[in-house]
């Protein structure tokens, strides 16, 4: 696993690119952890940092910081508010529309950890837009047909529930690539068989909002770290993309 890569820093925030495998801080779900971005980053920086969202661990991509007590609790408010845009690339299984928008309540989920109460949990509006940036056909049968298809998408998460674009592409039947949790093992092993891809095709790309000290329109941007691009670039060498005229209409999707 490789180290994290400072992407931006102001006297009020810190942004990060975190590799995947990698925790955002402490967590119950792996003790015997010994390296989490936050540590990294304050590290890195040498200051006190205050994360401000999280990432999956299998996710890899752009994490945002505050530096003071501030800056948190007016970066906390920009979240809470939606006024934080985050775009993610994903590969998923099979071709997308071209465009569309899950739209579907998710109960919550703490991520294995036990829940102290035994109401089950609260069930909450959850909305996902994306747009297929690429879409792939390679020669190989990973089911019964003789060949397989996947696609490069573009994510924007509307809402910010705990693991909203894996259960979201689950739902529409077109499951994240590597993802052990919601996805499909024989794809996910497909993947590692033949492309040596042993990781979550998950990548929070852009954090775009308004700097709340400057006034200024804060855009954050790295791209896919080498183990999700060589993978894209596998698929472009085997592959066939979409032909033309086969795009699918918009797509909605809502429960």
Same mark, same amino acid.
């Given at each position: 696993?490789?180290?994290?890569?400072?992407?931006?820093?102001?006297?009020? #925030?810190? %942004?990060?690119?975190?590799?995947?495998?990698? &925790?955002?801080?402490?967590?119950?779900?792996?003790?015997?952890? @010994?390296? #989490? %971005?936050?540590?990294?980053a304050r590290n890195l920086v040498g200051r006190r940092l205050f994360p401000l969202h999280r990432l999956d661990r299998p996710t890899s991509g752009v994490l945002l910081f505050a530096a003071d007590r501030e800056a948190a609790r007016k970066g906390f408010s920009l979240f809470r508010e939606g006024l934080v845009g985050k775009i993610y690339f994903a590969i998923v299984r099979g071709w997308i529309s071209e465009a569309g928008v899950i739209d579907s309540p998710l109960a919550d989920d703490l991520g294995g950890l036990?829940?102290? @109460?035994?109401?089950?949990?609260?069930?909450?509006? %959850?909305? @996902?837009?994306?747009?297929? &940036?690429?879409?792939?056909?390679?020669? #190989?049968?990973?089911?019964?047909?003789?060949?397989? /298809?996947?696609? &490069?998408?573009?994510?924007?998460?509307?809402?910010?529930r705990r693991r909203q674009i894996r259960r979201h592409f689950k739902h529409i039947f077109?499951?994240?690539?590597?993802? @052990?949790?919601?996805?499909?093992? /024989?794809?996910?092993? #497909?993947f590692r068989e033949q492309f040596g891809c042993f990781r979550l095709l998950l990548a929070a790309v852009r954090l775009i909002l308004p700097h709340p000290f400057t006034g200024e329109r804060l855009d954050i941007f790295c791209p896919p770290e080498e183990s999700f691009l060589r993978v894209l670039r596998e698929l472009r060498n085997e592959g066939t993309t979409l032909p033309e005229g086969n795009d699918g209409p918009v797509q909605r999707e809502k429960e």
């Amino acid at each position: 696993m490789s180290g994290i890569r400072l992407l931006y820093e102001d006297p009020w #925030f810190v %942004a990060i690119h975190k590799p995947e495998g990698m &925790l955002v801080h402490r967590s119950p779900l792996d003790r015997n952890e @010994t390296r #989490f %971005a936050l540590q990294e980053a304050r590290n890195l920086v040498g200051r006190r940092l205050f994360p401000l969202h999280r990432l999956d661990r299998p996710t890899s991509g752009v994490l945002l910081f505050a530096a003071d007590r501030e800056a948190a609790r007016k970066g906390f408010s920009l979240f809470r508010e939606g006024l934080v845009g985050k775009i993610y690339f994903a590969i998923v299984r099979g071709w997308i529309s071209e465009a569309g928008v899950i739209d579907s309540p998710l109960a919550d989920d703490l991520g294995g950890l036990r829940m102290e @109460t035994s109401a089950p949990p609260r069930v909450r509006e %959850a909305m @996902t837009e994306f747009r297929r &940036l690429a879409a792939f056909e390679v020669p #190989f049968a990973v089911s019964k047909h003789p060949t397989t /298809r996947y696609s &490069l998408a573009e994510i924007r998460p509307l809402t910010g529930r705990r693991r909203q674009i894996r259960r979201h592409f689950k739902h529409i039947f077109h499951p994240l690539i590597g993802d @052990t949790t919601y996805g499909e093992g /024989r794809h996910n092993r #497909f993947f590692r068989e033949q492309f040596g891809c042993f990781r979550l095709l998950l990548a929070a790309v852009r954090l775009i909002l308004p700097h709340p000290f400057t006034g200024e329109r804060l855009d954050i941007f790295c791209p896919p770290e080498e183990s999700f691009l060589r993978v894209l670039r596998e698929l472009r060498n085997e592959g066939t993309t979409l032909p033309e005229g086969n795009d699918g209409p918009v797509q909605r999707e809502k429960e």
